[in-house]
């Protein structure tokens, strides 16, 4: 997949307002691949609905969008199942990780269905990270901002031509932001993907070829 383009797309919640002023919401915008984005969003604004629209979980909207010029809303089941497997990776900003696993047994719930890394790859990951001594330890033990990073690297351990990252670094520090960007970029550049990074405020220093105001 090499581009995801919104077209006059509006929250169908948001229909009748007359204070909306986005660079997203009801305009025509284009994401390819290789590029990076940061998109800049204020409370309220749709951040979630946006995120939810783009990996397919949901389509109460207004407009158009669509994946290399095809409407998603026709697509089946079939066919989000493959281009989740494919083309479209996501960190949650809930996470959406397993509390009573492991943080290495998180990565690997889809590491072992996907065989895209090896153990080593991911234990250099977790390394670089900083919490390589957080490996046999259970998720629901560890931080926020820790468990961000294992999310990261789940995230990571699949093929992809976009990667969402919705507010992946709201609980660290500007080193282990550093560190999770130089993480994050380092994948995506090796496979050529693009990178949209949603903010409703902190987020990861990075050159951004475009910011969006949502």
């Known amino acids: 997949m090499n581009s995801i383009s919104l077209h006059h797309t509006l929250p169908r919640v948001f229909r009748d ?41 949901r389509d109460d909207y207004l ?26 990776s996501i960190v949650f900003q809930e996470l959406r990780v397993f509390p009573e696993l492991t943080a290495w047994e998180n990565v690997q719930v889809k590491n072992q ?35 961000q990073r294992v999310a990261l690297m789940r995230a990571l351990c699949q093929p992809f031509d976009f990667l969402l990252a919705d507010e992946p670094v709201s609980h660290l520090d500007s080193d282990n932001s550093r560190v999770m960007a130089e ?22 220093d990075l050159p951004y070829e475009k910011i969006l105001k949502l």
């Not at 204070?19 to 691949?33: A, K, L, N, Y």
């Not at 010029?69 to 281009?83: A, N």
């Open 113 to 147: 269905l996907t065989q895209f890394k090896s153990d080593a790859e991911i234990a250099q990951w977790f390394e670089v990270l900083g919490i390589a001594d957080k490996r046999t330890t259970k998720l629901g033990h560890l931080s926020y901002g820790q468990q």
């Open 183 to 204: 993480v994050m970029m380092a994948e995506a550049q090796r496979q050529g993907a693009g990178v949209i990074i949603t903010s409703i405020g902190h987020h990861m």
């Open 17 to 57: 307002r007359t204070d909306i002023h986005s660079d997203i919401w009801q305009q025509d915008v284009t994401f390819e691949r290789g590029h990076l984005y940061l998109i800049e969003a204020a409370s309220g604004t749709g951040k979630s609905s946006l995120c939810s629209y783009l990996i397919g979980y």
């Open 63 to 88: 407009g158009t969008m669509t994946f290399d010029g095809h409407d998603i809303r026709e697509f089946c089941t079939y066919d989000w199942t493959q281009l989740r497997q494919r083309s479209l």
